[in-house]
């Protein structure tokens, strides 16, 4: 647990009971002249100044003291005159880790209103990677300006954010303090983590638009959403051999892409079939490629909604089998995918 040093706040006064304008108050590790910081919320996300400076009043803002080694304490004037010295002040004690529930993960649902730079993250819990600690989030607003500590700062570990990009969403939180944040990454396994953070936990994936900013979605637990589904495949004489299509979903992860297809025969003499499957599994041929068939001699236009799990390159299996020539159109829209976010690690 942290502790405020001062409660709600405290005014600096001389010896005739006046108050101390713009009094300053300095902190020191017990027994040293080594600066240590203190902190202006109780989630030892914003570091106060040292010295941290009195108002007109000679009042005080809130100050949050770290755990680990203790602290001195020297108040001086405005014109840095010695008044007092304590020495220690006993910090917090450093705080308990949770125990970790393996690949726990509880709320912490992303949003944004797309064309905008700036993504929101709802309060929750997550164990992190390694199952070594429970990581606690207020609710928090971010942006794609460089990772600052706190809410409404940016989140991006390195580098300015690309256009048309994805990028993987991630709780952090601080080993010394317990302090937990958020951070935005190209790397879906190693973030660029601030100074002091050591946990971490991917929480889910976003993409940004032309301009740089997000594109809509809509996120319901492991359920992501397009607000506007995304046209990924248009094959006219797709063949009848398998064809690796690519889709509108995070790469670097496995998830099930969730995607409208359509299959278009303007034949009236010939059928066809669409199959598709799984990379990681085997291709289907001759009449197994049955998930879709067009009877034989009428012009024929089928359509459906599927799952298919994706590849780490966000790559799934489309085969059209029975008729390969100008009179067949495969289509596919990509809505969105559903995504586990390592809850089975």
Known sequence: MTATLFLPFYVAI?????????????????????PQATYADSGLLTPNSNPVVADADGRFPPIYLGPGDDYKAILKTSADVIVETIDPIFAPATPASLPAIRSYLAGLTLSTAGSSASFSVAAGSASDDTNAVTMNLAAMSKNTNSWAAGAGNGALDTGTVAINTWYHVFVIQRSDT???????????SSPALPTNYTYKRRIGSMKTDGSGNWMAFVQDGDLFQWNNFVSDVSSNAPGT??????????P?????????????????????????SDLATADATG??????????????IARGRLFIRTNMSSQIRSLVSGLGDSNVTLAMTTIGWIDRRGRDA
């Open 14 to 34: 001389d010896g005739n009971g006046v108050p101390m304008v713009g009094a300053k108050l300095y902190f020191y590790t017990t027994g040293t002249t080594t």
């Open 178 to 188: 317990g302090g937990s944040d958020v951070l935005i990454s190209t790397s879906v």
């Open 241 to 250: 051999t398998a064809v690796t299509r690519t889709l509108s979903v995070p």
């Open 252 to 276: 670097g992860v496995n998830v099930l892409a969730g995607f409208i297809w359509s299959l278009t025969n303007l034949s009236t003499s010939n059928g066809c079939r669409a199959y598709f």
């Open 287 to 300: 009449s197994e490629t049955a998930d879709v068939a067009s009877a034989s001699g009428n012009v024929f």
